[in-house]
């Protein structure tokens, strides 16, 4: 049996760490509800931290590169999203503390309602 080669080595290690990597747990039906698969990755990015939040309220603070770095989703991508996001009345954002950090919460309620709506329409 012939040795492998280098390249074939190669390609194995990166393949062992793409499945060694932190996936993210992506829901399709959040893209239907908001109208767009990077808001639909990006709410599930967000769904993902929130119970793990130390804030009472359930905000969360992730920096562009920190989103950037789980989701790969751009600065444009990012923002698009959460425009989106917002104007379905589902992502809420706020400035708190010093310096000023970008916090966001995912209305629950909202969601519940985009959701039921959505699985009614078939």
Known sequence: MP?????NMQLES???A???DQPIAYH???ARVAGSVTAGLLLSQFLYWTPRSQDPEGWVWKSRDEILHETFLTRTEQETA???LKEIGVLE?????VPARLHFRINLSRLTELLASSQLAG
Not at 93 to 97: I, P, R
């Open 3 to 7: 040795l492998p080669s280098k390249v």
């Open 82 to 84: 959460r425009r989106r």
């Open 28 to 30: 399709p039906i959040l």
């Open 14 to 16: 990166a393949i062992k």
């Open 18 to 20: 793409v499945l060694f």
């Open 93 to 97: 954002e706020k400035l708190a503390g």
